[in-house]
């Protein structure tokens, strides 16, 4: 049985943060509505920073990373004040 290498980390760009978990799922069109990004939160299909998180609106800051469906996301803020 062999492991399959870590996936890359994509840079996910936000205007401004925090942003709620589920809504970064959403925009990022990765599920097909804000319900089903609430769902699979709810479920246990999403880690945060390494671990599972089930809170649907947990506030994403920049330097978090986002794992979900075999993906990866950081986040960093667009133009930071």
């Known amino acids: 049985m062999t ?3 870590s996936p890359t ?3 996910v760009e936000i205007d ?3 942003i709620e978990l589920y809504k970064l799922l959403k925009f990022e069109n990765l599920v097909q509505s804000g319900g089903e990004a609430k769902f699979v939160i709810s479920q246990g299909l999403v880690r945060l920073n ?3 998180e089930t809170r649907k ?3 994403i800051v ?4 986002i794992e979900f469906n075999e993906e990866r996301f950081s986040v960093a803020v ?3 004040a």
Not at 62 to 65: A, E, F, K, L
């Open 3 to 5: 492991k399959k290498n």
């Open 78 to 80: 667009l133009n930071p």
């Open 62 to 65: 920049t330097g978090d990373v």
């Open 57 to 59: 609106r947990k506030k």
């Open 50 to 52: 390494g671990s599972v």
């Open 16 to 18: 401004r943060e925090p």
């Open 9 to 11: 980390v994509r840079i």
